[in-house]
Nanobody
Framework: VQLQASGGGLGQPGGSLRLSCAAS????????MGWYRQAPGKQRELVATVTRSTYYADSVKGRFTISRDNVKKAVYLQMNSLKPEDTAVYYCKMILNTTPLTPQYDYWGQGTQVTVSS
């Protein structure tokens, strides 16, 4: 199983960026999809998750929107009203199993850089 993240780059304060992450390989079912981020010198932190409901960190609530497409095995993060403090490497994560008999494990994407600067 591989997760491929894309959509990072340079955004302006107040602007928008959209991240995408698609899974490939043998997948039976995906439970939770989520986005995390890690700024320089800081620990990785949870940004948002989506199962049948969504969860957002307080720092992004009202600005970011997470969504998923189960057919495409993809998760998205629409980031609006960007702030310089959103600058970080963003990682997608999926909790999934590859067969109905195997446990669910965490799978991570490779990370995509988001830089918010004027």
């Amino acid at each position: 199983v591989q997760l491929q993240a894309s959509g990072g780059g340079l955004g302006q304060p107040g602007g928008s960026l959209r991240l995408s992450c698609a899974a490939s390989g043998t997948i039976y079912s995906i439970n939770t999809m989520g986005w995390y981020r890690q700024a320089p010198g800081k620990q990785r932190e949870l940004v948002a998750t989506v199962t049948r409901s969504t969860y957002y960190a307080d720092s992004v609530k009202g600005r970011f929107t997470i969504s998923r497409d189960n057919v495409k095995k993809a998760v998205y993060l629409q980031m609006n009203s960007l702030k310089p403090e959103d600058t970080a490497v963003y990682y997608c994560k999926m909790i999934l199993n590859t067969t109905p008999l195997t446990p669910q494990y965490d799978y991570w994407g490779q990370g995509t850089q988001v830089t918010v600067s004027s």
